[in-house]
């Protein structure tokens, strides 16, 4: 340590962990402790200065997390690396020590001959690219690597205007625009020699042509002959495991180091086979021991998780077997007690590709449909009116389905309207006022405010959440209403939030601005609406507009009346198809179309269509009738691919919804018959319907719904099937098409279904011919 420099100074190469520690004894001898600065204090490795963990210090840093302690020395060494860990969407889990790295290679000097970046970082969207370039320009990196993000859209010319400054060395970017820039100057990018994909599984979920362009572009680079000296490296950041990945790993990783710190999604990467049972909490115990094999091919290891010892316990003395499954298999059991976990498992699953039971998947969508009915006093989903979808309402805390009474109209629901947007929320969602033909209300209260004003301004004495007040603007005077208030302490003024009743806006207005509004100004109710154009959404599979489009549209449109047709109203949201600005000819009764606001979207190369917006919402509304409920409405997300599907008829009809229990059942058989013995206590309502390949029986129990479809084995005679009541439980009698005895009864292995070995036991004893099956023939892979 040299004095007052603060230098460290290596002879060779630390480790990253060395270099952590260096770091935080500069932050230990940093002089004064407010001083977030502490670009003074650096790391020097020969002569290189490591500044890329400053960024760290000025985040707070507390320290390396279990996922960063394993994949931090394995990026820093420019290893081949895949994070999957809880904060696998958080940029530092990975670029400190891809910064440094980026700064201790030779790649500099080894390919200084040409120019164009050596690095690129590939984010899922705009948001997460700039989040990721303003984390590179907070660090002194910045000075060596002059990162850029590149954005494009879709106009024709806009590849071609990109330049990439010839000392840039970090390009962020995303697929999508990656592969336009890729198609018009992919010799920029022939230094490549990283590649960090930040959410990774976002990437290939949302751009799986776009990955796979990249990847390739990115091995052609890296395999020629004369980057053999060159690093290369890709690394692999997300908070999940997916498919895409295993290629990732075979095709274009060398030795990469792998770090998961999800278990579930570790079970996803070791391929453990999935498997969930519905059952009754008390009747677990059963269950689970039904669902395992007496009889293993393989003698495999068995863990069994219980909530409790005495639960363990009971597991041990009914002595549960050993799995047969190979490779390992995991067994969930769901119970009426876990219902709010259904969704979240059904989630999971689905990405297993397990095959998944129709009792569970009823009753994930009762459940979905009842977390809807909880949501039905908010408001509805914003990404639902804007582009008739939401990208996963079971996230999302607002509304997804239509309420006949909260989403009554409030505005005209179709003919052509007058609109004058003052508040531009984003590219094609705006707040403002209709414009009226005839009398214009809000033009004469505005007149009465300003001459109200203009004579007596009385400041108000209370501020108060909800009250409505008065605030200048320039000569303008606006309603409000306070919609919180701060708490001020000991400061004589402070700020509070407030909404502009007739401009749609809300914002924040010194307390001490606040005026007394009289109670004749408080008839008119509030003049603003929402306006949504319609058939418009973000290019690149986005969600967000990019904020320079919203600026862009503001610019063109904010203040200025224009003609708009209704095509739609839920409550105080009118959508338009068109929206169009009109102007008069000088001199002549003559207007022509100045502009057409979507085209306008369209045109910026940020936008693109979107044809099935209306129909979307149409279809939404067609399930809101008069006496409909909120969760009648169809869900119109992700989580609706698990409901069954609806009959196809001119007429909508209401899906089913319902959740069934399976019953236990024990089976035996004899050379021409299989007899089931239903593992229920005086059952109602009882049907069973027997087929060539499979039979179907259900009832109710103490208002409970059972049901059972087998899908057999081998084939019976379904006419001369039956059923009947012994001991006030149901038996069924299958007739075999061929005698013989049946490996096992089912095609597929089912946890509700076993042997009934206390019957074979009393057959065992009374025959000793062998005509009842032999022990080696009993399987309890029912």
């Known amino acids: 340590l040299v004095d007052r420099t603060q230098e460290f100074v290596f002879t060779e190469q630390p480790t990253i962990e060395e270099e952590l520690v260096c770091a935080r004894l500069l932050q230990l001898l940093n002089p004064d402790p407010l001083n977030t600065d502490v670009g003074s204090s650096e790391v020097t490795i020969g002569n290189v200065h490591c500044v890329s963990f400053q960024i760290l210090m000025r985040n707070k840093y507390a320290g390396p997390s279990v996922a960063e302690s394993y994949c931090w020395p394995a990026v820093a060494?420019?290893?081949?690396?895949?994070?999957?860990?809880?904060?696998?969407?958080?940029?530092?889990?990975?670029?400190?020590?891809?910064?440094?790295?980026?700064?201790?290679?030779?790649?500099?000097?080894?390919?200084?001959?040409?120019?164009?970046?050596?690095?690129?970082?590939?984010?899922?969207?705009w948001e997460k690219a700039q989040t990721v370039i303003d984390l590179l320009e907070e660090s002194q990196t910045f000075q060596v690597l002059h990162p850029m993000v590149i954005l494009l859209g879709l106009g024709k010319d806009e590849a071609k205007t990109v330049k990439i400054k010839n000392d840039c060395q970090v390009v962020v970017t995303t697929p999508f625009s990656l592969v336009r820039l890729l198609r018009l100057h992919c010799f920029l990018f022939l230094?490549?020699?990283?590649?960090?994909?930040?959410?990774?599984?976002?990437?290939?979920?949302?751009?799986?042509?776009?990955?796979?362009?990249?990847?390739?572009?990115?091995?052609?680079?890296?395999?020629?002959?004369?980057?053999?000296?060159c690093p290369r490296q890709i690394i692999a950041v997300g908070k999940r495991w997916s498919r895409p990945l295993e290629g990732l790993l075979l095709n274009h990783m060398s030795n990469p180091t792998v770090v998961v710190t999800v278990m579930?999604?570790?079970?996803?990467?070791?391929?453990?086979?999935?498997?969930?049972?519905?059952?009754?909490?008390?009747?677990?115990?059963?269950?689970?021991?039904?669902?395992?094999?007496?009889?293993?091919?393989?003698?495999?290891?068995?863990?069994?998780?219980?909530?409790?010892?005495?639960?363990?316990e009971n597991v041990f003395k009914e002595r549960a077997a050993e799995s047969t499954s190979h490779p390992a298999k995991s067994v969930l059991l769901l119970s009426e007690r876990n219902a709010r976990h259904v969704t979240g498992v059904l989630r999971y699953l689905k990405r297993t590709e397990a095959s998944l039971p129709p009792e569970l998947l009823h009753f994930a969508q009762g459940v979905l449909r009842a977390k809807e009915e909880q949501k039905?006093?908010?408001?509805?989903?914003?990404?639902?009116?804007?582009?008739?979808?939401?990208?996963?309402?079971?996230?999302?805390?607002?509304?997804?389905?239509?309420?006949?009474?909260?989403?009554?109209?409030?505005?005209?629901?179709?003919?052509?309207?007058?609109?004058?947007?003052?508040?531009?929320?984003?590219?094609?969602?705006?707040?403002?006022?209709?414009?009226?033909?005839?009398?214009?209300?809000?033009?004469?209260?505005?007149?009465?405010?300003?001459?109200?004003?203009?004579?007596?301004?009385?400041?108000?004495?209370?501020?108060?959440?909800g009250g409505l007040y008065g605030v200048q603007e320039d000569e303008v005077y606006h309603r409000v209403r306070v919609t919180s208030v701060p708490d001020k302490g000991e400061w004589m003024f402070c700020s509070v939030r407030a909404l502009f009743l007739d401009e749609g806006r809300e914002q924040e207005v010194k307390s001490h601005q606040l005026l007394q509004l009289p109670a004749q100004f408080h008839t008119l109710p509030p003049q603003a609406?929402?306006?949504?154009?319609?058939?418009?959404?973000?290019?690149?599979?986005?969600?967000?507009?990019?904020?320079?489009?919203?600026?862009?549209?503001?610019?063109?449109?904010?203040?200025?009346?224009?003609?708009?047709?209704?095509?739609?109203?839920?409550?105080?949201?009118?959508?338009?198809?068109?929206?169009?600005?009109?102007?008069?000819?000088?001199?002549?009764?003559?207007?022509?179309?100045?502009?057409?606001?979507?085209?306008?979207?369209?045109?910026?190369?940020?936008?693109?269509?979107?044809?099935?917006?209306?129909?979307?919402?149409?279809?939404?509304?067609?399930?809101?009738?008069?006496?409909?409920?909120?969760?009648?409405?169809?869900?119109?997300?992700?989580?609706?691919?698990?409901?069954?599907?609806?009959?196809?008829?001119?007429?909508?009809?209401?899906?089913?919804?319902?959740?069934?229990f399976h019953p236990q059942i024990k089976w035996f058989q004899r050379d021409d018959t299989v007899t089931l013995n239903i593992k229920l206590r005086e059952p109602v309502d009882q049907r069973c319907e027997f087929f060539p390949d499979r039979v179907v029986y259900s009832a109710c129990v103490n208002d409970r719904p059972y049901r059972a479809d087998l899908?057999?084995?081998?084939?019976?005679?379904?006419?001369?099937?039956?059923?009947?009541?012994?001991?006030?439980?149901?038996?069924i009698r299958l007739v075999k098409q061929e005698r013989g005895d049946w490996k096992m009864l089912l095609k597929q292995k089912s946890a509700f279904v076993s042997l009934d070995f206390d019957r074979f036991e009393e057959d065992e004893k009374k025959t000793s011919n062998g005509k009842i099956l032999e022990p080696f023939a009993l399987n309890s892979r029912s």
């Open 264 to 312: 579930e999604e570790a079970a996803l990467y070791g391929n453990v086979h999935q498997i969930i049972l519905l059952c009754l909490d008390c009747t677990k115990i059963s269950v689970l021991l039904g669902a395992l094999d007496f009889t293993p091919d393989v003698a495999q290891k068995t863990l069994v998780i219980t909530n409790s010892a005495e639960e363990a």
């Open 77 to 125: 060494r420019g290893c081949d690396t895949v994070l999957i860990s809880h904060s696998g969407d958080q940029p530092l889990t990975y670029i400190p020590p891809f910064l440094a790295h980026m700064q201790l290679s030779s790649v500099f000097s080894a390919l200084s001959a040409r120019t164009g970046p050596i690095a690129v970082i590939l984010c899922p969207g």
């Open 191 to 229: 230094r490549l020699c990283h590649l960090a994909l930040d959410e990774v599984d976002l990437l290939f979920s949302r751009a799986p042509d776009e990955m796979t362009i990249i990847l390739q572009h990115f091995q052609r680079v890296t395999a020629s002959e004369e980057r053999v000296s």
């Open 711 to 731: 899908e057999l084995h081998s084939n019976i005679t379904a006419e001369r099937c039956s059923w009947e009541m012994k001991c006030n439980e149901p038996v």
């Open 376 to 465: 039905s006093d908010k408001p509805l989903c914003r990404y639902l009116k804007s582009f008739g979808f939401c990208r996963d309402s079971s996230v999302c805390s607002y509304r997804h389905s239509i309420s006949p009474i909260t989403d009554q109209p409030l505005q005209p629901d179709s003919g052509t309207i007058v609109v004058l947007p003052l508040f531009i929320k984003t590219a094609s969602v705006y707040y403002g006022r209709i414009v009226s033909k005839k009398e214009d209300r809000y033009e004469s209260l505005a007149a009465a405010m300003t001459t109200y004003y203009a004579a007596e301004k009385l400041g108000a004495k209370e501020v108060l959440e």
């Open 529 to 660: 609406l929402e306006i949504i154009v319609c058939r418009a959404m973000p290019i690149d599979a986005e969600v967000k507009w990019n904020p320079k489009v919203t600026r862009a549209i503001s610019q063109k449109i904010k203040g200025l009346q224009h003609q708009a047709k209704v095509v739609l109203c839920l409550g105080n949201t009118v959508f338009v198809d068109p929206m169009v600005r009109m102007t008069r000819l000088p001199g002549l009764k003559t207007f022509i179309n100045e502009y057409n606001v979507h085209a306008e979207i369209l045109s910026t190369g940020m936008g693109t269509s979107n044809p099935q917006h209306l129909d979307l919402l149409n279809e939404l509304c067609q399930w809101a009738g008069p006496g409909a409920s909120a969760v009648d409405a169809p869900l119109t997300t992700v989580e609706a691919q698990i409901s069954a599907p609806l009959p196809s008829t001119s007429e909508p009809q209401l899906p089913l919804v319902f959740f069934s």
